[in-house]
């Protein structure tokens, strides 16, 4: 299955796997089998199915969705050395807690509701036929202390866009964290055909915008006091990156 095509399945139960898997970010093989209660042989044979054609990740009996997104980089700058790689429901409150230390410090009104959305559905990574998001997250020492995210319109007509916010922790900046995280977003979306990427930023985060357009992304648009901060009408700057 390529990562940006709707789920299609060849019987219903395999479908509930599927989705049983997606709604939780990861489950166990043994407590999904009883969950949905299925014969033992029939749910086998269905996970093997959606394995190899590259629907679900078993790995050693915890099942993820398989969204292609790649594998772990390292890098290194002055006297840090940290990862990235795509997130794992493991990183779900580092990755929130991310967000947070971001939004705290700047306005992202957007990265804001993606915290929100990650809170009401305890998930990290979701693709199913309404919605799909895939997270990059940059960890030193195992903790996550940056993020990037793209959210992926189902709609037919939406397809060829996405959604993209990052960020990263204060005392991780300049260190070129934020930089890898954006080039792995936009690798992974350019290899799976996407031509273009949104991100819409308040015009008083200074900061978020010069650091997109050092990246090469440019203002689209202007949606004047579209945000309400501190009782002050604020503008959204959105911002685009063309492939």
């Known amino acids: 299955m390529q990562s940006l095509e709707r789920p299609r399945f060849r019987t219903e139960t395999g479908k509930r796997i599927y989705q049983y898997v997606e709604r939780h970010g990861t489950a166990a093989r043994h407590r999904t089998l009883s969950a949905l209660d299925v014969e033992a042989d ?32 390292r890098h290194e700058s002055d006297d840090t050395e940290y990862a990235i790689r795509p997130a794992r429901q493991e990183d779900f409150e580092g990755v929130v807690d991310a967000i947070r230390d971001v939004t705290s410090e700047e306005t992202y009104v957007v990265a804001e509701s993606v915290a929100e959305r990650l809170l009401y559905e305890d998930t990290v990574n979701r693709h199913n036929t309404v919605e799909s998001r895939v997270f990059f997250v940059a960890t030193v020492d195992g903790d996550v202390v940056g993020w990037t995210h793209l959210d992926l319109p189902q709609v037919d007509k939406l397809q060829s866009t996405a959604k993209l916010t990052v960020g990263v922790r204060g005392e991780y900046r300049r260190h070129g964290i934020g930089s890898q995280l954006v080039d792995r977003a936009l690798g992974w979306a350019e290899a799976n055909g996407y031509r273009k990427l949104y991100n819409s930023v308040p015009s008083t985060n200074d900061g978020a915008l010069a650091f997109l357009e050092e990246h090469g992304w440019n203002t689209e648009g202007i949606r004047r006091d579209h945000y309400t901060i501190g009782d002050e009408p604020v503008d959204e700057v959105m911002m685009a990156y063309t492939f």
């Open 42 to 73: 029939e749910f086998q044979d269905e996970l093997e199915w959606l394995v190899t054609n590259g629907y679900l990740e078993d790995d050693g009996g915890t099942l993820r969705v398989d969204l292609g997104a790649g594998s772990v980089e």
